[in-house]
């Protein structure tokens, strides 16, 4: 069976599609998986990283306000649509999956045109504008939230499967990971990054907020700054950090590849609420502190983050009011606390979704065979 997934622009617009690229090669005897996305773009790197083919094509996104610079991506767009349709009748695939974003419309579109069945799927609570556009000829949508038909409402078919993760996420222990870190596991954990770029407010915050934790003895902390924060965060905490005197273990990393295991080590997390995110602390049920980014399309991580507010999974705290002071008023109560700790845990679990990316595959091959699953 041949399958070709589109999707980029963004790291979170491609790691999901190869989730459901791993599964499908599990679930499909001979599959054969090829990535269409912008030439040169994050995704052709993280693709054949990956160990999977790439089909480069050359699309621009939209700008949301009235800009001259739209003509052009219109035309870009037509373009990319022709090309992605000559590689279509070329390669002859079974199934065509979206993943979100300005790179799979042209993909979707041409496999909508060439009578191929196609499946999208939408990661945040708030649908993007290219998927709301192609819900309306797609054969299935595949949402993230249980509120797909809301969202898509002129769609065939809504499927609420959740977000994929690779298998890699689910399974790993608490006490090996706490080793990992070098932590002690008589002591709690809180767990701190801001996305896979990190986020200065929130690294700020952590900095300015050190002269109050540092006397936690029962605390110890992962922060995870992102590689352009690393050396700034490096050299304000070098100041400030006593390993002699302070009773809280502090450590920081630019970026962690295992981050399953950070979050096995983890009681607590104070983070983004970017749909990874929050797709991975689910299907590990960790309690969370949610720090939505306020310039996210659609305030999209505003609305993720309401989602679990809503069903006790997590705290928020906006972008504008994070202090120093909030950040660890919040995170002492919470950690403190083991009852609501437990209570988030098991609310967390509950919506959690792990094995996302096996029923999208599914999915897949259900459409591509005509059936209904």
Not at 4 to 33: F, M, N, R
Not at 154 to 179: C, Q, Y
Not at 280 to 300: D, K, M, N, R, W
Request: hydrophobic share 40%.
């Amino acid at each position: 069976m041949k399958i070709v997934i589109a999707g980029g622009g963004t790291a979170g617009h491609i790691y999901p599609g190869i989730s459901i690229a791993d599964e499908l090669a599990l679930e499909i005897e001979d599959a054969e998986i090829i990535f269409v996305g912008n030439k040169d773009g994050i995704e052709e790197r993280i693709v054949k990283d990956a160990g999977y083919e790439f089909e480069p094509i050359k699309v621009k996104g939209f700008k949301r306000s009235f800009s001259l610079a739209n003509i052009s991506a219109v035309r870009r767009s037509l373009k990319a649509f022709s090309e992605v349709k000559r590689f279509l009748k070329k390669f002859k695939p079974e199934a065509v999956v979206g993943m979100g974003g300005y790179v799979s419309a042209p993909a979707i579109a041409a496999a909508y045109n060439s009578k191929i069945p196609t499946l999208i799927h939408e990661q945040n609570a708030y649908p993007g504008f290219a998927n709301k556009l192609l819900s309306r000829v797609v054969d299935t949508v595949a949402t993230s939230f249980p509120n797909g038909e809301e969202c898509f409402p002129r769609a065939k078919r809504v499927v609420f499967t959740g977000n994929p993760i690779r298998r890699r996420m689910i399974g790993a222990v608490k006490e090996p990971s706490l080793e990992n870190f070098n932590l002690e596991k008589e002591k709690k954990t809180l767990l701190i990054f801001g996305g896979s770029q990190g986020a200065k407010k929130i690294n700020d915050s952590v900095i300015n907020s050190y002269k109050k934790f540092k006397n936690a003895s029962n605390l110890q902390i992962i922060h995870i700054t992102g590689k352009d924060h690393f050396s700034e965060v490096c050299k304000e905490m070098k100041k400030l950090v006593d390993t002699k005197k302070d009773k809280l273990r502090y450590q920081a990393h630019p970026y962690i590849n295992d981050i399953n295991r950070a979050y096995a080590a983890a009681d607590v997390c104070l983070c983004r609420a970017g749909a990874t995110t929050i797709t991975e602390i689910t299907a590990l049920g960790v309690p969370a502190i949610l720090v939505p980014y306020p310039y996210a399309t659609g305030s999209h991580q505003k609305k993720n983050a309401d989602f679990l507010v809503n069903h006790g999974a997590a705290k928020m705290i906006n972008d504008e009011d994070l202090t120093p002071d909030l950040l660890y008023k919040t995170s002492i109560e919470l950690i403190s606390d083991n009852k609501t700790m437990v209570e988030m845990k098991n609310h967390s679990q509950k919506i959690g979704k792990p094995f996302a990316a096996n029923d999208i595959a599914k999915l897949i091959n259900g459409i591509s065979h005509k059936l209904k699953i």
